[in-house]
């Protein structure tokens, strides 16, 4: 095809699209790219006006390509992408469509029974009440009751609402932490279409795919009923139930305890402050200090260049006012509230470089690791008060990518641990799952209300076990020394490699596999076990996944994975530090800075084995 044939037949796609488009500022945008994508000349030129108009054209020209490389792939994460016209790109037109598969899918799983029910909920990103409102229309007009949540609100509540309202599937709209410009579908599946430990979970194969292929046989947006009203819009009484359900968690010690622990918390600019500080506050934490500057919903993210607490950065201006107001505890919720972040004062920490005056006083966040184990021992604690003996189905679970302290957690308890892969589609998923988490800041300490990650339960539980440290005189950074005691200091860390042509990424891991690292962090490597073959030797095997695991012979661990969600190769480093169960504090910091030393040594062999300068 020459290249006069490729635009012809590209251009008529992009007008194909721009006349079955429901929104008219896609459209128009559409129309606006397809004028200077036309104008391109024959040749380049010679003048600076010829080659800007060149140069101009065929930029556009590419990013139409790009914008009808396909429709935009729904699976396991719903969709995600940037806000934009084109099939590749979410719209009004893509999620349409979507909403439409999902519509028949349910149909069919529950095929001859009473309608579906589903749920429908939204955070303040731009368009977002947009795509929620036309999932409602396309779902109502074929017959599935559909509830909207009353406004832009967390994923958590969502998640609730789906197991609460007994839901056959759930809709959340949302692209959690990633930069302003994307929007995103989160699909659940609950009721009658799934009934096992799944139930209100994020779905998984093969219903990304039954799904998927409903969408793909969608001929037009234009085909698609939608309905003007019919939906019914749930009132302030679902996010009652959440908070009621939540606050659960707080026993009496945590409230009497509460009002003297000095709290700083950021929501991010994004839908978690109001419920947080409401769950906060009804627990008994007075003295909660919210980040002016990112109090409230913005779907432009101003006062950061990447809305994740874990992106440099992010955290700052939460840092500075705990810093400032003398306060024992930083929250940072993502923008959708699904994930947490912790930071604490850690005289180890201090950092005399710069102006930072935070840092300078040793305020860091913890590793999700960190926050994970702490929040393990919490829930190990909280099975054994509340069952004796243990329930011999409650389990611990936790990805392929996060420490391995929570297994030795759960042995200590005499607790199941299950290893999965990553994601919190399978960690909720766990038969008789009492605590789930990744290090990726995802916590699951209450799966009977929320079968996903909780970042504003999570923060609740932190909150309660800083206050009884404090009313004991001890911060979280002694219980990170306990844990170091009773199991060994654990100390993990990343690297990773970022791609602008995709295919280095699957080409990269097989690079590693073809020629591994003898010796990692001057230790033999024992074993490699690839993972694409899936594996036996933990409880019940994992099913295959692309990546490779190295284990070490001094017990160091390193997990290298494609990311399910950036163009990166992604390197999970674990040490494991023996520590003596008497050690004082300052031989659990030296047997940290030895950790230090020699997950430091890991990262710099995995950067070369990597091809990382």
């Known amino acids: 095809m020459s290249r006069d044939e490729a635009w012809d037949h590209l251009r008529a796609q992009v007008e194909t699209w721009i006349d079955d488009d429901p929104d008219p500022q896609t459209a128009d945008e559409l129309r606006d790219l397809l004028r200077t994508a036309d104008s391109l000349p024959e040749h380049e030129g010679t003048t600076p006006a010829e080659q800007y108009t060149w140069r101009t054209a065929a930029a556009a020209r590419a990013e139409l390509a790009d914008r009808f490389t396909g429709l935009l792939q729904f699976g396991t994460a719903g969709l995600r992408g940037a806000i934009a016209g084109g099939p590749h790109r979410m719209n009004r037109a893509v999620v349409i469509r979507a909403a439409s598969g999902l519509a028949e899918h349910l149909l069919g799983e529950l095929d001859g029974l009473a309608p579906p029910r589903v749920v429908v909920g939204y955070d303040a990103r731009h368009k977002s009440h947009d795509f929620a409102t036309d999932t409602a229309a396309v779902l109502t007009a074929v017959g599935i009751e559909v509830l909207l949540l009353p406004g832009p609100l967390p994923t958590p509540v969502l998640a609730f609402a789906v197991r609460r309202l007994e839901a056959d599937a759930g809709v ?25 430990a799944g139930q209100g979970a994020q779905i998984v194969p093969p219903a990304d795919a039954a799904i998927a292929a409903e969408i793909a046989r969608v001929p037009s947006v234009a085909s ?31 409230r009497a305890l509460a009002a003297d622990l000095r709290i700083v918390l950021t929501p991010l600019h994004g839908v978690g402050g109001a419920v ?28 950061v260049a990447f809305p994740n607490p874990e992106e440099p950065g992010a955290i700052d201006l939460a840092l500075g006012l705990a810093s400032d107001e003398g306060a024992d505890l930083v929250i940072a919720l993502d923008p959708d509230a699904d994930r947490c972040a912790v930071a604490v004062r850690d005289p180890r920490s201090r950092a005399y470089r710069g102006p930072d005056t935070a840092a300078a006083e040793g305020w860091r966040m913890l590793h999700g690791d960190e926050t994970g184990g702490l929040l393990g021992q919490v829930m190990a604690e909280r099975l054994a008060a509340d069952a004796e003996p243990l329930d011999p189905d409650a389990a611990f679970a936790s990805s392929i990518v996060s420490s391995r302290l929570l297994a030795r957690i759960a042995a200590t308890a005499g607790v199941r641990h299950v290893q999965t892969l990553t994601g919190f589609k399978w960690l909720s998923r766990v038969d008789g799952l009492a605590f789930g988490y990744e290090e990726a800041l995802g916590y699951c300490v209450a799966p009977l209300n929320v079968r996903d990650k909780d970042g504003i339960s999570a923060a609740l539980l932190m909150a309660g076990l800083a206050a009884r440290l404090k009313a004991s005189g001890r911060t979280l ?60 030797e933990e409880r019940g095997g994992l099913p295959p996944t692309e990546g490779l695991r190295l284990d070490v012979a001094d017990g160091t661990r390193v997990v290298v994975r494609p990311s399910g969600t950036e163009p990166k190769v992604k390197c999970y480093l674990e040490v494991i530090e023996p520590v003596a169960a008497d050690a004082d504090a300052d031989a659990v910091g030296a047997a940290r800075a030895r950790a230090k030393e020699r ?15």
């Open 276 to 303: 947080a500080q409401r769950v906060l506050r009804e627990a008994g934490y007075t003295d909660v200090l919210v980040v002016p500057e990112q109090e409230h919903p913005d779907p432009d993210f101003p006062t």
């Open 172 to 196: 959340m709209v949302t692209a959690s932490h990633n930069p302003p410009q994307d929007n995103g579908y989160k699909v659940y599946l609950g009721g009658r279409v799934v009934t096992d």
């Open 477 to 536: 950074v002694d219980a990170l020394d306990d844990l170091a005691r009773a199991h060994g200091l654990h100390l993990t860390g990343q690297v990773s490699a970022r791609y602008d042509d995709l295919a280095q990424i699957p080409a990269t891991v097989q690079r590693l596999r073809e020629n591994p690292p003898a010796t990692v962090g001057g230790s033999h490597v024992e074993r490699i076990v690839d993972l694409a073959r899936g594996t036996e």
């Open 224 to 254: 698609v009923p939608r309905a003007a009203s019919g939906w019914t819009v749930l009132g302030p009484e679902i996010v009652d139930e959440y908070v009621a359900a939540t606050l659960a968690l707080a026993g009496p010690e945590q």
């Open 599 to 613: 997950l430091d040594a890991v990262a710099a062999d995995m950067r070369r084995a990597l091809g990382i300068a």
